[in-house]
């Protein structure tokens, strides 16, 4: 029989689920992608992505495969029709233009040198868990098949297959929106002049994407979508433009079409059985924020290495319930996020004043900086290993900065020390710590030896392959802690001679 107990199965191959694969398999784990479109595109909604995404990728050497003149941060961020200083804040929290199709370029390129098997092209129509696995019956140009993991992972996005066989409601919430995009390409001499802006009926952008190009995006609220199978046009386009800003304005040029809407929804639960959701799946949000990709990016890797643990038989009891644990409250905050924004524009004559106090408060910098961090805020509140109530260490549950070590050779800072997907054990005491029998872990944590480094104010640091921090400790003087806290996320040691 096929040998699918260590075979985790991940319907979808957009961002999200290319992410998933690559952190499968660089885990080591089987992951197979079934993706419904046969080829990938050159085209994509998406345009942007935030700093924490890009700490991901440096974090697992796909930073460095960027070319530098395909990406660029951009100085503002929206929110609701405002924009978002960035001020002084860090590389962390700016947002970055690169389109979404490069992002899974990427994404896929990886995943396919770890191994991973993509069959694009194949849908998948049904499936049916037990208690030991998941069976899963694909279609595609050559019929259909039937293909059997230990996991399922629904990364087929808003209109997720996977969700609703599962049975999983998706709460939806807010104020229906409709909007149509085309990427223009400029013609020499005298450029088109459009009046972009926030309207009653709804808003109208016009957005340099490359030299040369511009797109030109509606989103109407309230609006009826034409049904899905309708092709979209540029007359669709130049109609939607038309309503929304009450001129009659000439749309030329068009290289790409794309229509996108709906409400804020999200899933009850991230999990059922053997089958769990990630990505737009999961949450889908009014786009304004560009949360949605990047939300999917840190639920694959929250998800990734929790369920390798699962399939290669170390998970401590409830690892993979920490999923839905610490994922769920961020997409209701994301979500949150997403509501806040329509109801500020929404309908403009009745929140006219509110947006204008609202305006106002942006002028505070600490106002700036709490919106810009509010959707990305990417702490999870982890429980102290000693079980104590008292004020945690900073760092506890907050991704470590990929600050630069000194270990006399590599890693060289925290992202190279993260690059393999595994654990890290950073001893930062200068000898003073005691590790005890950290070693045993060998294989799913690596112990870093590095100078002390005022600026982390922490003797040992574990961190987990998600790069959050899983235990702090600022004297380095309880092995027992220590114990306590890698065999919470890590379970037990194998014994003494037990292969890994
Ligand atoms: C206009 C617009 C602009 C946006 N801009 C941004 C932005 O700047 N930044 C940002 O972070 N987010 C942005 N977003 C949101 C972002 O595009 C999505 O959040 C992101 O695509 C979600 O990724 P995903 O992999 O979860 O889902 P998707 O990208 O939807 O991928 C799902 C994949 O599953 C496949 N699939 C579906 N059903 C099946 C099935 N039954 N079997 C097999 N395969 C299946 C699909 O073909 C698809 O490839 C924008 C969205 C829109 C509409």
């Not at 499936?127 to 059997?148: I, K, N, P, Y």
Request: proline letters at 6%; a negative charge.
């Amino acid at each position: 029989m096929e040998d699918w107990e260590d075979r985790v199965v991940i319907a979808g191959g957009g961002p999200t689920g290319l992410m998933l694969a690559c952190e499968l398999g660089l885990a080591g784990v089987e992951a197979v992608v079934v993706e419904r479109d046969p080829e990938q595109d050159e085209d994509s909604q998406g345009m942007a992505v935030h700093g924490r995404s890009l700490e991901v990728f440096k974090r697992r050497g796909l930073a460095d495969r960027i070319r530098e003149e395909d990406i660029w941060a951009w100085p503002r961020t929206p929110f609701a029709f405002f924009w978002l200083d960035l001020g002084d804040l860090g590389e962390q929290d700016y947002t970055y233009a690169f389109p979404q199709w490069r992002t899974e370029r990427l994404l896929e390129e990886r995943a396919r040198e770890l191994g991973v098997d993509i069959r694009r092209g194949h849908e998948l129509v049904g499936f049916e868990q037990d208690a030991a696995g998941v069976t899963v019956e694909t279609r595609s140009a050559e019929g259909s098949d039937r293909l059997r993991g230990a996991f399922l992972v629904g990364c087929d996005g808003a209109d997720s297959k996977v969700r609703d066989l599962a049975g999983i409601e998706f709460e939806s919430s807010g104020l229906a929106y409709h909007g149509v995009l085309g990427d223009v390409v400029l013609s020499d001499g005298p450029q088109p002049e459009f009046t972009t802006g926030l309207f009653q009926r709804g808003m109208f952008g016009a957005l340099p994407l490359q030299p040369g190009e511009l797109r030109l995006m509606t989103i109407e609220f309230g609006a009826r979508a034409p049904d899905r199978g309708t092709p979209v046009t540029a007359e669709e386009l130049r109609a939607s433009i038309g309503r929304v800003t009450g001129t009659d304005p000439e749309v030329e040029g068009v290289r790409w079409l794309s229509r996108f809407g709906g409400t804020t929804r999200h899933a009850r639960r991230y999990r059922e059985g053997r089958v769990l959701l990630a990505g737009d799946a999961a949450h889908v949000l009014y786009i304004s924020g560009t949360q949605g990709l990047n939300a999917g990016i840190q639920d694959a890797v929250n998800l990734g290495w929790k369920l390798a643990a699962e399939v290669q038989g170390w998970a401590p009891d409830g690892l993979l319930d920490t999923y839905h644990g610490e994922r769920h409250p961020v997409g209701e905050r994301i979500c949150m996020h997403a509501r806040a924004q329509m109801a500020l524009m929404h309908p403009l004559d009745q929140v006219t004043p509110l947006r204008a106090l609202v305006g106002d408060l942006l002028e505070i910098d600490a106002v700036n900086r709490f919106l810009l961090e509010l959707p990305s805020a990417a702490g999870y509140p982890l429980p102290a290993a000693d079980g104590t109530q008292g004020e945690p260490h900073p760092l506890l549950g907050q991704p470590l900065p990929d600050v630069p070590l000194d270990t006399g050779g590599e890693p060289d800072g925290v992202a190279a020390a993260l690059r393999y997907g595994r654990g890290v054990l950073l001893d930062l005491s200068d000898g003073a710590a005691d590790l005890g029998e950290a070693g045993a872990w060998a294989g799913r944590v690596d112990v870093v030896t590095a100078k002390p480094l005022r600026e982390l104010d922490a003797a040992v640091l574990l961190v987990r392959p998600d790069g959050h921090v899983a235990y702090a400790d600022r004297t380095g003087g309880d092995p027992k802690d220590l114990r306590r806290a890698l065999a919470s996320w890590f379970g037990e040691p194998p014994s003494a001679g037990t292969a890994e």
